[in-house]
């Protein structure tokens, strides 16, 4: 009787210990998926960005604040700028570093921008020495009807040109300072640069 008595102990510790790694595993990685997928509330889409206005306030959704613990950002606040974020080309397929694209249009009225490229959890691509894997608004040539036309691609480029040093999909990241995008504001039918691709270097992911 007593060794029963130990055997049904044992065995509800062990089935508790059980439920509780399923539990704690399940929600890690519910959590996980949660930060790498959810791209949080109240945003601001414009073409093919979105920015997320309050992602720096105290008002931020807790998936906008854990995103960026997580990366280690030090978000501008809603009347410093906009940062947005790109992760998909025209044809609503993610960024490949094997293929080449073209970023061009209008750029929304800003004090002044920078542009880069980041993995899928905001960690800038390491750095290649020389390449030019961060563009300002003051380093580059622009179209006579002020437009800009900057090449994308791992491969050198004429022109503007954002080099991609990366084996997995990324995104671009273009932050405008001092702008009323997501401010009181506004604009009329505001618009970004659009990101087409145009040729890949073996299968497309």
């Known amino acids: 009787m007593f060794y029963r008595f130990c055997m049904s102990n044992i065995r509800t510790i062990f089935l508790t210990i059980v439920i509780c790694a399923i539990a704690l595993a399940g929600g890690t990685a519910s959590a996980l998926y949660a930060l790498n997928n959810f791209e949080g509330f109240n945003h601001l889409t414009i073409g093919q960005w979105q920015a997320s206005p309050l992602y720096g306030s105290a008002d931020a959704d807790p998936y906008a604040r854990a ?3 997580r990366a280690a950002l030090l978000p501008l606040g809603a009347a410093e700028g906009q940062r947005f974020v790109l992760r998909y080309d025209t044809d609503g397929a993610k960024l490949d ?3 080449d694209y073209s970023l061009q249009g209008q750029v929304p009225p800003s004090r002044f921008w920078t542009l880069h490229a980041s993995d899928l959890t905001d960690h800038p691509l390491l750095s290649k020495q020389g390449l030019p894997q961060a563009l300002h608004s003051q380093m580059i040539w ?13 491969d050198a480029q004429s022109g503007n040109w ?6 997995r999909p990324y995104q671009l990241i273009m932050t405008l300072y001092d702008t009323a995008l997501g401010s009181s504001v506004g604009f009329e039918n505001p618009q970004m640069p659009e990101l087409k691709r145009i040729a890949c270097k073996g299968a497309v992911r």
């Not at 622009?142 to 791992?154: A, E, G, K, P």
């Open 97 to 99: 570093p094997r293929c």
């Open 162 to 167: 954002l080099a991609i040093n990366a084996t």
């Open 142 to 154: 622009y179209r006579d009807d002020s437009s800009l036309l900057i090449s994308v691609s791992s």
């Open 67 to 69: 995103q960026r613990s």
